[in-house]
């Protein structure tokens, strides 16, 4: 999945419409995790109607309020609309934490092609590697809510971020490219680690060294005194 946005800039749909425009803002945002590719335009009615159903749907399986844990989902919204003005009216009906493509990409209408997209509203559901879960889910969705989402976790293979810390799925996210950069750093630092405790064993043993010496010189210093007690009497 990441791989079809990693050249492309994400726009979220909150008031300041913040960009996520590296690889790694891409990617903490989308790996592991189940993409639903929302194609709409605000010139239909039925989308107009299912608009609502997606926001509560999206909504109860990842605001804190409803669940304990947000689900591994993310929705982007792809615009079929006939100009920005009606994009940005229709972004009012979705979620906040959904991200969207800006109306001048292009990318918009090459996904469109990418996914066959016929009709609208069309929910293209994708796994983490980005193949098809659901063509489209609009019916799903409306039908199970939030209920069909076990459906989709358990088909996708998900990686369950409830057995991880936060700092450890991040970590595990950015492995796929920063670990020969990893593996070269602990490297380094082990060899170094190696090198401290070889000079501190060989340091240490001439300490030990110089220690045997001096007690010995005390040692013979001591029975001298004695024999020579010894004679006075």
Same mark, same amino acid.
């Given at each position: ?6 050249? #492309?800039? @994400?726009?979220?749909?909150? =008031? ?31 989308? /107009? ?9 999206? =909504? ?11 689900? /591994?989902?993310?929705? @982007? ?17 979705? !979620?906040?934490?959904?991200?969207? @493509?800006?109306?001048?990409? !292009?990318? #918009? ?16 559901? @994708? ?7 659901? !063509? ?6 409306? #039908? ?55 000079? #501190? ?33």
């Amino acid at each position: 999945m990441v791989d079809l946005f990693v050249d #492309r800039v @994400l726009v979220k749909n909150n =008031k300041d419409q913040d960009e996520l425009d590296t690889e790694r803002e891409i990617v903490t945002r989308l790996q592991n995790r189940i993409l639903m590719l929302f194609f709409a335009s605000a010139e239909s009615e039925t989308c /107009q109607r299912f608009a609502p159903t997606l926001h509560d749907f999206f =909504k109860q399986l990842t605001d804190e309020f409803y669940v304990e844990r947000s689900a /591994q989902l993310v929705l @982007l919204y792809i615009s079929l609309d006939q100009s920005e003005e009606e994009l940005e009216n229709f972004l009012k009906e979705l !979620p906040k934490k959904s991200l969207f @493509l800006a109306y001048e990409d !292009p990318y #918009r209408r090459e996904l469109e092609t990418m996914f066959d997209v016929r009709e609208v509203p069309t929910v293209v559901v @994708l796994r983490p590697d980005c193949s098809v879960l659901i !063509p489209n889910a609009v019916e799903e969705i409306t #039908r199970m809510g939030p209920d069909c989402y076990r459906n989709w976790h358990e088909a996708a293979e998900l990686i369950d971020r409830n057995f991880l810390t936060k700092e450890d799925f991040e970590d595990k996210s950015m492995r796929s490219f920063s670990d020969p950069v990893r593996r070269l750093k602990y490297k380094v630092e082990e060899e170094e680690k190696k090198k401290k405790e070889k000079k #501190r064993k060989k340091k240490q043993r001439r300490g030990w060294g110089a220690g045997g010496d001096e007690g010995e010189e005390a040692g013979a210093g001591r029975a001298d005194d004695k024999d020579g007690g010894g004679s006075m009497w």
